[in-house]
C-alpha cells in the first residue's frame, strides 16, 4: 500500500465488490494463503482466502467467499441437501471441479447442484469491510466474514499445509501454497519479517489473536466472535486514510474510522503505522487502537464514507 497521493489525470478506480472468510478450525489455527510473487496484486503476500464477485458464478458475497476459499485452498465449505445422504466427492473429484470453477470451465452452482451439495452461507460471520484507500491502482471492496470448521462440515483440505499451485486461465499461478497457522504464530512470523500482511489481514488477526487463547478452540471463543459480529464492530466499513504528520522515520500513518483524526473522541486512537516497500506491499504494521472493541466502539465508527 503505498502512501502517494492520485494524480489530477488519473481518475480513482471504483472499488470492486469482493469478499474474504477467515476460516478457524479446531485447533484455533487460520487459513492463510500465499500469493505467487509475481502476481499483479499483493505479490508474495499472505492472505485469508477470497477474491471478487462474480456475477456469472456467486448470487451473493457469501458464495464468492466459498467459492474462492475452494478455488484457493480445495476447502468446501457446503453441506448435503439430503439427510441421510453419506456421499462426498473424492478428493479426485474435488481438485479436478476447483480447477475447471477457476477456469471458467465450470460453475460452482453446477458443481455443487449435481453433488447434492449447497454452500455453507449460514455459517459466515461478517467481520468488517475493508475498502482500498483512492491513491491506489487497483481498489477493492471487500466483505470479511469468519466461519468456525467445528461448526461446519467441510470437505477436503481443513488443516496443516498444502501446496496448491492454482493454475490461471492463462497458465500463470495465484497462489503457490495454503496452510492453517495460528494467529499468534503467523503475527509473530509477520513481526520476524519471515512473511508478510497488508493492514486488513492483519488487524483482524490482531482482533482474533485475543479471542482464540490456546490450542482447542472452545463455544465461548466462538461466542466472543459471534458477538463482535453481530455488534459494530462486524458492520465497521473501514476506509484507511493516510495521515500527514511530519516526520515518521519511513511509516506512514494509516487512520481508521473513529480515530481522534476521523471523528473519534480526543485521545481516541484506531490507525497503523505501516512501512510499505516498492510496489506498495508492506513490510511492517504495527496496530494502534486503544480502545475495546467489544464495548467501545463509537458511532462515528460507523459512518459510511462520502466518497469511494
Given at each position: 500500500m503505498s502512501a502517494s497521493t492520485s494524480?489530477?489525470?488519473?481518475?480513482?478506480?471504483?472499488?470492486?465488490?469482493?469478499?474474504?472468510?477467515?476460516?478457524v478450525n479446531g485447533r484455533n489455527e487460520v487459513l492463510l494463503v500465499?500469493?505467487?510473487?509475481?502476481?499483479?496484486?499483493?505479490?508474495g503476500v499472505h492472505v485469508f482466502p477470497?477474491?471478487?464477485?462474480?456475477?456469472?458464478?456467486?448470487?451473493?458475497?457469501?458464495?464468492?467467499?466459498?467459492?474462492?476459499?475452494?478455488?484457493?485452498?480445495?476447502?468446501?465449505?457446503?453441506?448435503?441437501?439430503?439427510?441421510?445422504?453419506?456421499?462426498?466427492?473424492?478428493?479426485?473429484?474435488?481438485?479436478?471441479?476447483?480447477?475447471?470453477?477457476?477456469?471458467?470451465k465450470m460453475l460452482?452452482?453446477?458443481?455443487?447442484?449435481?453433488?447434492?451439495?449447497?454452500?455453507?452461507?449460514?455459517?459466515?460471520?461478517?467481520?468488517?469491510?475493508?475498502?482500498?484507500?483512492?491513491y491506489a491502482p487497483r481498489r477493492f471492496h471487500t466483505q470479511f466474514y469468519v466461519a468456525f470448521l467445528p461448526e461446519v462440515?467441510?470437505?477436503?483440505?481443513?488443516?496443516?499445509?498444502?501446496?496448491?499451485?492454482?493454475?490461471?486461465?492463462?497458465?500463470?499461478?495465484?497462489?503457490?501454497?495454503?496452510?492453517?497457522?495460528?494467529?499468534?504464530?503467523?503475527?509473530?512470523?509477520c513481526q520476524q519479517g519471515k512473511i508478510t500482511?497488508?493492514?486488513?489481514?492483519?488487524y483482524i488477526l490482531s482482533t482474533l489473536v485475543d479471542i482464540l487463547q490456546g490450542d482447542v478452540n472452545t463455544l465461548e471463543q466462538r461466542s466472543r466472535v459471534e458477538t463482535l459480529s453481530r455488534g459494530l464492530f462486524g458492520r465497521m466499513v473501514i476506509?484507511?486514510?493516510?495521515?500527514?504528520?511530519?516526520?515518521?522515520?519511513?511509516y506512514t500513518i494509516l487512520t481508521y474510522e473513529g480515530d481522534e483524526t476521523r471523528g473519534g473522541s480526543k485521545g481516541r486512537l484506531h490507525r497503523a503505522l505501516v512501512k510499505a516497500e516498492k510496489g506498495g506491499i508492506t513490510s511492517e504494521i504495527t496496530l494502534q487502537r486503544n480502545f475495546d472493541v467489544f464495548s467501545e466502539i463509537e458511532p462515528q465508527a460507523l459512518k459510511e464514507p462520502s466518497k469511494l
Amino acid at each position: 500500500m503505498s502512501a502517494s497521493t492520485s494524480t489530477n489525470t488519473r481518475p480513482i478506480p471504483i472499488p470492486r465488490p469482493s469478499a474474504s472468510v477467515v476460516i478457524v478450525n479446531g485447533r484455533n489455527e487460520v487459513l492463510l494463503v500465499h500469493r505467487n510473487p509475481k502476481a499483479r496484486a499483493f505479490g508474495g503476500v499472505h492472505v485469508f482466502p477470497g477474491g471478487n464477485l462474480d456475477k456469472k458464478q456467486d448470487a451473493s458475497l457469501p458464495v464468492t467467499a466459498i467459492r474462492e476459499t475452494f478455488e484457493e485452498s480445495g476447502l468446501l465449505l457446503a453441506s448435503s441437501t439430503e439427510q441421510s445422504a453419506s456421499y462426498l466427492p473424492s478428493d479426485t473429484e474435488l481438485d479436478e471441479a476447483r480447477h475447471a470453477i477457476h477456469q471458467q470451465k465450470m460453475l460452482f452452482q453446477d458443481f455443487l447442484t449435481s453433488h447434492n451439495l449447497e454452500a455453507d452461507v449460514q455459517s459466515l460471520l461478517p467481520f468488517t469491510q475493508w475498502i482500498t484507500p483512492p491513491y491506489a491502482p487497483r481498489r477493492f471492496h471487500t466483505q470479511f466474514y469468519v466461519a468456525f470448521l467445528p461448526e461446519v462440515a467441510p470437505t477436503g483440505f481443513s488443516s496443516g499445509e498444502k501446496q496448491e499451485r492454482i493454475p490461471k486461465p492463462d497458465g500463470g499461478q495465484e497462489v503457490v501454497e495454503a496452510r492453517f497457522v495460528h494467529p499468534r504464530k503467523a503475527l509473530a512470523e509477520c513481526q520476524q519479517g519471515k512473511i508478510t500482511f497488508m493492514p486488513p489481514q492483519y488487524y483482524i488477526l490482531s482482533t482474533l489473536v485475543d479471542i482464540l487463547q490456546g490450542d482447542v478452540n472452545t463455544l465461548e471463543q466462538r461466542s466472543r466472535v459471534e458477538t463482535l459480529s453481530r455488534g459494530l464492530f462486524g458492520r465497521m466499513v473501514i476506509n484507511p486514510r493516510p495521515l500527514h504528520a511530519g516526520n515518521t522515520e519511513g511509516y506512514t500513518i494509516l487512520t481508521y474510522e473513529g480515530d481522534e483524526t476521523r471523528g473519534g473522541s480526543k485521545g481516541r486512537l484506531h490507525r497503523a503505522l505501516v512501512k510499505a516497500e516498492k510496489g506498495g506491499i508492506t513490510s511492517e504494521i504495527t496496530l494502534q487502537r486503544n480502545f475495546d472493541v467489544f464495548s467501545e466502539i463509537e458511532p462515528q465508527a460507523l459512518k459510511e464514507p462520502s466518497k469511494l
